[in-house]
């Protein structure tokens, strides 16, 4: 059976992945185009429904991206977001303007229950506005089924070509019945049944590499992190001792993680396959030794990871392919998917390594968002904490020490790091034992750094001359913004006085505020 799927054409909205994400949290596949796709390939794709995202211009003006008359004609309902919305109208003889008023942020809107996009939504409902223009008139055969007190079409439909435009932003939580109305459009209008579930996913990816490998050998860098756990455990699952992994244990961890990561992927784990651990601490310390800039240090544990990597992937001798653990974010933002300017170019897209003899790359998680991702290493047994681990940046601690790194400077972070991590966890724990559910503060990632910084300090009797530990929490939706989490005082006063009692070398403990901007999350 072919799946069943929702395009999101993509004028280069901020929430264009959010869209992608509310439509499968509907339990149907989506995937992300830009608007200069060809009419022709759409057709192919052969979609349930269409939706037009929100952009940043203005579609009157010459130049801003638009779209045909024909993909309002293919029989397909198109659902047009925000600026989706008023290219929608004017392509199709309505009147758009610059407002008089500008609406942003959270408006009482107004809406005729009886549309199906607006079945089981309350009358008044409050949505999520953000709009320089807005719809003056509406295209013919259009019926306005939505208002504000400064917005005349908050959403217009016809009915009879399913075609329907809303002014607002559905997909962000502050519209508060906004998944209702996405769920009312694709499971509602475009009639998808919602096969799309993540035990589904699994079993098929499992039966494609199959076929794809066939009895080919695979190859897989394993770095412990969510990504590559997940894509190990799925091919694992798929061809068992045909796939190797290399784990490469820098020396930059977190405490115990290279013992974790052996534990659920080693000859005693719960996966079949062949697991290749390099202990590789001293040679990177040796390379390390006495850089202090923070790129160079980057640069040289990239580097050295390459070369480790090479010298193992030579023992095997040739592969057929190479695995990776790229996600679909990786693909959206390295310019592949949508519309969105190019944040970054991501490590597994597009510079592919030239030191491995293999023919070909194979991604199984490559249409995956980072909570899909999770949900389906849950599905393979994976355990908990390696699934919901937090985000740790690839080069490691080794930007998590300002300054040279040395076997001692790690050890007193990871000790550190590990005292920290284990009290906000056990306060989060309690207070969610109390109240039945996480408190407002639970940072989405905390972590301890050790800061180049040595201070005078009293012990015993004694004075010291110590380092000082820095904590960072944040809370974070993208981690494209962040501000300081507010743990309470209590927990970080004992966080400080068992890291000062237990970790050698450090007697000051500071609690970073800093937000992002200005700042960044990670230290360096």
């Known amino acids: 059976m ?36 060809d009419l022709e390939q759409i057709k192919a794709m052969n979609p349930k429904g269409i939706i037009l995202t929100g952009g940043p211009n203005s579609c009157y003006e010459e130049g801003a991206p638009t779209c045909t008359k024909e ?50 939504v309350s009358e008044k409902t409050i949505v999520w506005m953000s709009h320089f223009d807005y719809i003056s008139q509406v295209a013919p055969g259009f019926k306005i089924i939505a208002h504000t007190s400064d917005c005349p079409v908050a959403a217009a439909e016809c009915v009879e070509k399913n075609l329907y435009a809303i002014q607002f932003h559905p997909e962000v939580l502050h519209t508060q019945e906004g998944t209702k109305m996405l769920h009312n459009f694709v499971r509602g209008i475009c009639g998808c049944a919602g096969t799309w579930k993540m035990d589904a996913f699994v079993e098929n990816t499992i039966k494609e ?3 794809k490998v066939g009895s080919g050998k695979v190859l897989l860098a394993l770095s412990g992190g969510v990504d590559s756990s997940v894509a190990a455990g799925l091919l694992s699952r798929a061809i068992g001792k045909q796939l190797t992994c290399v784990f490469v244990d820098h020396g930059l961890l977190r405490k115990n993680e290279g013992d974790e990561v ?53 023992k095997i001798g040739a592969v057929d392919f190479l695995a990776q653990g790229t996600i679909y974010p990786d693909v959206v933002e390295s310019g592949l998917g949508g519309e969105s300017a190019v944040i970054k170019s991501h490590h597994n897209v597009g510079g592919l390594p030239d030191y491995v003899d293999f023919k070909e790359i194979i991604e199984p998680l490559r249409n995956l968002f980072k909570d899909e991702v999770r949900k389906a290493g849950l599905e393979l047994g994976i355990p908990e904490n390696l699934v919901f681990r937090q985000p740790f940046p690839g080069p490691g601690l080794g930007i998590r020490i300002i300054g040279e790194v040395t076997a001692d400077k790690v050890r007193i972070v990871q000790d550190a790091d590990y005292i920290y991590r284990e ?29 180049n910084m040595r201070s005078v300090g009293v012990m015993g009797d004694e004075r010291t001359y110590d380092y000082a530990v820095a904590l960072r929490a944040v809370n974070t939706i993208d981690f494209m913004t962040a501000e300081s989490a507010q743990i309470p005082f209590e927990v970080l006063q004992t966080v400080m006085s068992r890291i000062i009692n237990e970790v050698r070398g450090v007697n000051r403990v500071f609690y970073d505020l800093t937000s992002k901007p200005p700042g960044t999350i990670e230290f360096e």
């Not at 390379?287 to 390459?306: D, W």
């Open 2 to 37: 072919d799946q069943e799927k929702v395009i999101v054409i993509d004028f280069g909205g901020q929430y264009n992945q959010l869209v992608a994400r509310r439509v499968r949290e509907c339990n149907v596949y989506c995937e992300i185009y830009s608007y200069k796709t």
């Open 71 to 120: 993909l309002f004609e293919l029989g397909v309902p198109v659902l047009g977001l925000c600026y989706g919305a008023q290219l929608m109208q004017h392509v199709l003889g309505g009147r758009v303007e610059k407002a008089p008023v500008r609406e942003y942020g959270k408006t009482e809107t107004f809406v005729d229950e009886s549309s199906a996009l607006f079945s089981n």
């Open 209 to 211: 590499i199959r076929e």
């Open 262 to 314: 052996e534990s659920v992927f080693g000859p005693n784990g719960q996966f079949d396959l062949n697991f290749i651990r390099v202990n590789a601490q001293d040679r990177y310390y040796s390379k390390l030794a006495g850089v202090t800039e923070p790129e160079a240090k980057r640069k040289i544990i990239g580097e050295e990871f390459i070369r480790v990597f090479e010298e193992e992937a030579k």
């Open 423 to 451: 009290e906000v966890d056990k306060a989060v724990e309690a207070y969610k034992k109390e109240n039945g559910e996480a408190p407002s503060w639970m940072p989405n990632q905390y972590f301890a750094a050790l800061t």
